[in-house]
């Protein structure tokens, strides 16, 4: 195991690698830097003044290595419209987001995994069908469609929960609800077709033959090897989870990660949305490498070679 994890932390330090060099070349796809940045009434002297003080008057090979190694050192540059560090001004509105998505997360699994055994459990019932009905349902909806239809219901007309912000858990309620709801579906399915195909299999009769209650059979022989592959698409959605924060943070005004660099993409402040990424790019780098882990855990027959 110990020989497993560290060698995924060195193919995930290629990862940062590839990621580190895709952000700072993408800068350039879009255009100068500083035509982007500068008022179009400003003079030659005046552009080649601001290249100068960003660094961008030396060959494209040198910024680049350059922003390598002080990315290394953790320096990915300076706010344009703050004027400090971008990545330490990214990372503290990482609580904001990873609260939001713990709680998003923790609605989907409340949500998902019961009704998902019930549906495989009660197959061809009518909870078997409405789920479907459901999980298709919340496929099919977008995100920002239900946040809006949520604010619309539970805090204009009704007034019981806060439409925007961050500061009581009732704040916590219509964004998470929004984001598990986008969860839910994938995974409610999935535990229901996982389910049905342990539920066939020879050492769940055998449990069923030997005495044990219903109860036992089904949590702890069938649900426990049906969340093998399950956890796949735990690890998946919390990791878009994490990217969808960037349209739930912008339509309930939550002072995440998601938000703060929506506002950078339109103040055009590229050292920021390069944290961004890169943080971003990390927590999925985690995020994968524990779902890896956790397989072990789950299934003690899976070896890593």
């Not at 986008?182 to 995974?187: K, L, N, Q």
């Not at 949590?219 to 739930?248: C, E, I, Y």
Request: glycine share 8%.
């Amino acid at each position: 195991m110990k020989a497993y994890i560290l060698r995924r932390l060195w193919q995930s330090a290629f990862v940062l690698f590839a990621v580190l060099t895709f952000v700072f070349f993408i800068v350039y796809l879009i255009g100068d830097p500083v035509l982007l940045l500068i008022p179009p009434e400003a003079t030659y002297e005046d552009q080649e003044i601001m290249r100068r003080a960003m660094g961008l008057d030396q060959p494209l090979m040198v910024q680049y290595g350059i922003f390598l190694r002080q990315a290394v050192q953790g320096d990915l540059g300076t706010s344009f419209r703050h004027g400090v560090p971008a990545l330490p001004l990214t990372l503290a509105r990482i609580p904001a987001t990873l609260q939001l998505t713990g709680v998003a997360m923790l609605f989907a699994l409340l949500m998902g995994v019961p009704v998902g055994i019930y549906a495989a459990v009660k197959r061809n019932s009518v909870l078997d069908h409405i789920s479907r009905i459901f999980a298709l349902f919340g496929i099919s909806m977008p995100v920002y469609w239900s946040g809006l239809m949520l604010i619309m219901l539970f805090s204009v007309r009704w007034g019981l929960l806060p439409p925007s912000g961050r500061g009581t858990w009732q704040h916590l309620i219509l964004p998470g609800f929004t984001m598990g709801l986008f969860a839910t579906a994938p995974i409610m399915r999935l535990i229901r077709s996982s389910m049905l195909d342990v539920l066939n299999q020879d050492y769940v009769r055998t449990a069923t033959a030997k005495g044990l209650s219903h109860r036992v059979v089904i949590l702890k022989h069938a649900l426990r090897n049906a969340a093998v592959p399950a956890l796949t698409v735990f690890g998946m959605q919390l990791g878009l989870l994490l990217g969808g924060a960037v349209l739930t943070e912008t339509i309930f005004s939550w002072p995440g990660m998601g938000r703060f660099v929506v506002q950078a993409v339109h103040n055009r402040d590229f050292p920021v949305i390069r944290s961004a990424v890169v943080v971003f790019a990390t927590l999925i780098i985690i995020i994968n490498l524990v779902t890896d882990v956790c397989y072990g855990l789950l299934n003690p027959r899976i070896r890593f070679q």
